[in-house]
């Protein structure tokens, strides 16, 4: 079974204005399934052939790696933002947001921080350690919690393509316009 672009939950231009029906064409139809196709390409006729995704992740080096990390990254990111959605963040999410961060707005600033700093490629995460405390990093290029044992909470595609059709080089921008888009149920849902 040879892996699959997974359709986007909501429609090409339901994120606008803050992200685009064009960067979504571009990001989801040429970006993420240019990763899946890749990846399809190296498994084939391998042992990795039939694995599991994060099976892949966790054993796979280099273009391997970067193909397999790339696919769950992206189909991660799709989830972690939704229409109609971001501001504060209500549940059970909210509470390990206080308890780890001292409050959402400190919270916001951290991620941002971390999203808007983080030197080239790559991604902004919150990320729940096997231990259940909370945490904001970012990794480089293709890399992901998974491959740390970690366990993915909520996540920002820091990546160029990600916002150069609208924001051209101001990654800041769209980081702010992320915080209208965050799905805090999906955050809920991933919470352990
Ligand atoms: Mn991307």
Same mark, same amino acid.
């Given at each position: ?17 803050y992200i685009s029906r064009e960067t979504l ?38 273009? /391997?790696?970067?193909? +397999? ?13 939704? =229409?109609? #959605?971001? !501001? ?37 995460? /919150?990320?729940?350690? +096997? ?13 992901? =919690?998974? #491959?740390? !044992? ?43």
């Amino acid at each position: 079974m040879a892996f699959e672009l997974p359709q986007l939950p909501y429609a090409m231009d339901a994120l606008a204005p803050y992200i685009s029906r064009e960067t979504l064409e571009f990001h989801h139809g040429k970006h993420h399934a240019a990763y899946v196709n890749k990846l399809n390409e190296l498994i084939k006729g391998t042992a990795d052939e039939g694995k599991s995704l994060d099976d892949i992740i966790k054993s796979a080096k280099g273009g /391997l790696f970067n193909q +397999a990390a790339q696919h769950w990254n992206h189909s991660f990111y799709w989830k972690s933002l939704a =229409p109609m #959605a971001g !501001g504060e963040p209500k549940g059970k999410i909210a509470d390990a947001i206080k308890k780890a961060f001292g409050g959402f707005d400190a919270f916001k600033q951290k991620f941002t921080q971390e999203a808007t700093g983080h030197f080239g490629s790559g991604w902004a995460w /919150l990320v729940q350690a +096997a231990d259940g405390s909370l945490a904001v990093e970012s990794t480089h290029d293709a890399d992901t =919690p998974l #491959a740390h !044992g970690k366990h993915a909470i909520i996540t920002c595609d820091v990546w160029e393509h990600a916002y150069y059709i609208d924001y051209r080089n101001a990654r800041p921008k769209y980081v702010e316009a992320f915080w209208n888009l965050v799905n805090w149920e999906f955050a809920n849902q991933n919470l352990k």
